[in-house]
Nanobody
Framework: VQLQASGGGLAQAGDSLRLSCVVS????????MGWFRQAPGKEREAVSC????????HYSDFAKNRFTISSDKAKNTVYLEMNNLRPEDTAVYYC???????????????????WGQGTQVTVSS
């Protein structure tokens, strides 16, 4: 099981970024996939999760109406489209999964066992 996150970078407030997570060792037809983030000095928190089983999504309050999680099964890739970025979105963003879990809500409310390496997002005001 491998997860490779990319797409982070420098942005200004109000900009958009799209993060990608390419997975290998499993297929995106059942497990829940999620994006989490960790800002300096803060605990890791869930951003958004997606069930690749039924396409049900879950968003943390700060991500609602700004971020969109999606997947492309043919490309084995999960995306996080982030719009209207704010300085407080600055963090390292990780993709993660639990192969035994299909619930997007469930994944966002526990610590998944499988993680990618993280990609830095820095938003300036």
């Amino acid at each position: 099981v491998q997860l490779q996150a990319s797409g982070g970078g420098l942005a200004q407030a109000g900009d958009s970024l799209r993060l990608s997570c390419v997975v290998s060792g499993f297929t995106l037809d059942r497990p829940a996939m999620g994006w989490f983030r960790q800002a300096p000095g803060k605990e890791r928190e869930a951003v958004s999760c997606l069930s690749t089983w039924n396409d049900i999504t879950h968003y943390s309050d700060f991500a609602k109406n700004r971020f969109t999680i999606s997947s492309d099964k043919a490309k084995n890739t999960v995306y996080l489209e982030m719009n209207n970025l704010r300085p407080e979105d600055t963090a390292v963003y990780y993709c993660a999964t639990d192969l035994g879990l299909t619930s997007s809500y469930g994944l966002c409310h526990r610590r998944p066992p499988n993680w990618g390496q993280g990609t830095q997002v820095t938003v300036s005001s």
